[in-house]
């Protein structure tokens, strides 16, 4: 990630976090801040304020910053702070600093639901923690939402899109989504549509591809991946496909020949994966390449999980032409306010392209500042008055939230790998298609 000129204004970080949070940006203040102004947790990097005085509490963000994911993650950060500096480190008459929270281990590399859990903790017991910007991995949202909700500090997701977290669909476990808000109030939102809008997206441009017998997998032992393939399956259903077959890939396997052989005995006319690139996903990419063939004969399609340039880097030639998913639209489609605030990302984060998720932690961060700005900076108020919020000419346009914490956008990008992941296709899925997608 590009170097930000701002200095920090308080150190301090644990080992479980150090490697990626040290290499974060540092903001400057003259001032420099309170000691206690910040979250004391090994997870967290420094409390970080480019703004004149001292702030009087902090947004943290929340997100798996060691693994595949650390430079989306990074990105994530840097467009966080970017729409800090363009607030003016301000929500309203507040003055905000920022915290970069890691919830991934260092050891797999992937969120961790204790670490998610210690954290949101952590904020809970921390009073100048005014809201925190995250997750990017629905499962850690699940595992954060009931504790900050106890708390009243408002969560807004760039990331998350499990259905389950706001609106009851089939395959929701533990009472959700009413379990995760035991207050009563819906105190998180999200600036991306959810996962019916996904399958129904990514399976309309499937039939547009032609294909009509997909095989699908995904993910063992993974809520988000589990939901993404029902989603992909009721889609499917509305737009006739009938699917090949349906399995689980082991993210602990050492290969997955022997399943992509019983893949292929299939004969799909094409494979979707429902997953994270973290799980393993290269080695699948490369084996389905290698048993299957090309992406050219078998295409290959993919949740928003692979939808980053770790995939390419990682999978090298076979991720060629394989297509993958983001809700939203892509960041160089962004109109007016969302293009500026892309070029000047791009010149933060350069020579790497601008990854898919990084406009949306920034329009994360506008939101949380906004609803921080009319409840005075009370994070109980603005916990409050987050599905009220409404933005305009923001960085993802104009748009609202339902009163059960989901954007009003619902439009689905479709990529395809060549040397960065390049928009092939902004899909609108049809009304009928995202009911059938949330049904599974």
Same mark, same amino acid.
């Given at each position: 990630?590009?170097?930000?000129?701002?200095?920090?204004?308080?150190?301090?970080?644990?080992?479980?976090?150090?490697?990626?949070?040290?290499?974060?940006?540092?903001?400057?203040?003259?001032?420099?801040?309170?000691?206690? #102004?910040?979250?004391?947790?090994?997870?967290?990097?420094?409390?970080?304020?480019?703004?004149?005085?001292?702030?009087?509490?902090?947004?943290?963000?929340?997100?798996?910053?060691?693994?595949?994911?650390?430079?989306?993650?990074?990105?994530?950060?840097?467009?966080?702070?970017?729409?800090?500096?363009?607030?003016?480190?301000?929500?309203?008459? /507040?003055?905000?600093? @920022?915290? &970069?929270?890691?919830?991934?281990?260092?050891?797999?590399?992937?969120?961790?639901?204790?670490?998610? *859990?210690?954290?949101?903790?952590?904020?809970?017991?921390?009073?100048? #923690?005014?809201?925190?910007?995250?997750? %990017?991995?629905?499962?850690?949202?699940?595992?954060?939402?009931?504790?900050?909700?106890? &708390?009243?500090?408002?969560?807004?997701?760039?990331?998350?899109?499990?259905?389950?977290?706001?609106?009851?669909?089939?395959?929701?476990?533990?009472?959700?989504?009413?379990?995760?808000?035991?207050?009563?109030?819906?105190?998180?939102?999200?600036?991306?549509?959810?996962?019916?809008?996904?399958?129904?997206?990514?399976?309309?441009?499937?039939?547009?591809?032609?294909?009509?017998?997909? @095989?699908?997998?995904?993910?063992?032992?993974?809520?988000?991946?589990?939901?993404?393939?029902?989603? %992909?399956?009721?889609?499917?259903? $509305?737009?006739?496909?009938?699917?090949?077959?349906?399995?689980?890939?082991?993210?602990? $396997?050492?290969? %997955?020949?022997?399943?992509?052989?019983?893949?292929?005995?299939?004969?799909?006319?094409?494979?979707?994966? =429902?997953?994270?690139?973290?799980?393993?996903?290269?080695?699948?990419?490369?084996?389905?390449?290698?048993?299957?063939?090309?992406?050219?004969?078998?295409?290959?399609?993919?949740?928003?999980?692979?939808?980053?340039?770790?995939?390419?880097?990682?999978?090298?030639?076979?991720?060629?032409?394989?297509?993958?998913?983001?809700?939203?639209?892509?960041?160089?489609?962004?109109?007016?306010?969302? =293009?500026?605030?892309? *070029?000047?990302?791009?010149?933060?984060?350069?020579?790497?392209?601008?990854?898919?998720?990084?406009? %949306?932690?920034?329009?994360?961060?506008?939101?949380?500042?906004?609803?921080?700005?009319?409840?005075?900076?009370?994070?109980?108020?603005?916990?409050?008055?987050?599905?009220?919020?409404? /933005?305009?000419?923001?960085?993802?346009?104009?748009?609202?939230?339902?009163?059960?914490?989901?954007?009003?956008?619902?439009? /689905?990008?479709?990529?395809?790998?060549?040397?960065?992941?390049?928009?092939?296709?902004?899909?609108?899925?049809?009304?009928?298609? /995202?009911?059938? =997608?949330?049904?599974?």
């Amino acid at each position: 990630m590009g170097m930000i000129g701002w200095t920090s204004v308080r150190g301090g970080v644990g080992a479980a976090a150090a490697a990626a949070l040290l290499a974060l940006p540092a903001v400057a203040s003259g001032q420099g801040a309170p000691a206690t #102004v910040g979250v004391a947790s090994p997870n967290c990097g420094p409390v970080q304020y480019g703004g004149p005085g001292t702030p009087s509490g902090v947004i943290v963000s929340d997100l798996p910053m060691v693994g595949d994911s650390a430079q989306r993650s990074s990105q994530m950060v840097t467009a966080d702070l970017l729409a800090l500096e363009q607030a003016g480190w301000r929500a309203g008459s /507040v003055p905000v600093g @920022f915290q &970069a929270c890691n919830d991934a281990s260092p050891t797999t590399g992937t969120w961790d639901a204790d670490m998610c *859990r210690a954290n949101a903790q952590a904020y809970a017991a921390t009073p100048t #923690v005014l809201g925190v910007v995250g997750t %990017y991995n629905s499962g850690c949202a699940a595992a954060m939402i009931p504790i900050l909700n106890q &708390a009243s500090t408002p969560m807004v997701s760039p990331g998350n899109t499990l259905i389950c977290l706001t609106e009851p669909a089939r395959g929701c476990g533990d009472g959700m989504p009413g379990s995760l808000y035991p207050t009563g109030v819906r105190s998180y939102v999200r600036v991306i549509p959810n996962d019916a809008y996904q399958g129904a997206g990514l399976a309309s441009f499937a039939s547009r591809l032609h294909v009509r017998r997909p @095989f699908l997998l995904y993910a063992a032992h993974d809520a988000t991946s589990t939901g993404q393939a029902r989603t %992909y399956r009721g889609a499917a259903r $509305a737009l006739g496909q009938r699917l090949a077959g349906v399995r689980a890939w082991n993210p602990q $396997a050492s290969d %997955y020949r022997r399943l992509m052989r019983k893949v292929k005995r299939a004969r799909p006319d094409a494979i979707v994966l =429902a997953g994270l690139i973290d799980q393993n996903g290269a080695r699948l990419i490369r084996d389905k390449v290698k048993v299957v063939g090309g992406n050219r004969h078998v295409p290959l399609l993919a949740f928003d999980g692979f939808a980053q340039q770790e995939t390419i880097r990682a999978a090298g030639r076979a991720s060629r032409g394989m297509y993958a998913s983001v809700p939203g639209v892509d960041p160089s489609q962004l109109p007016g306010r969302g =293009a500026a605030f892309t *070029r000047e990302l791009a010149t933060k984060v350069a020579p790497a392209p601008v990854e898919l998720f990084a406009p %949306y932690a920034g329009q994360a961060t506008a939101v949380l500042l906004s609803a921080l700005e009319q409840a005075g900076g009370s994070r109980g108020a603005a916990a409050a008055a987050l599905v009220s919020t409404q /933005v305009t000419d923001g960085v993802l346009g104009s748009f609202g939230f339902t009163a059960r914490g989901d954007s009003t956008l619902g439009q /689905v990008t479709v990529y395809r790998a060549a040397a960065t992941m390049r928009p092939a296709r902004l899909v609108t899925p049809r009304a009928r298609v /995202v009911r059938a =997608a949330r049904l599974g």
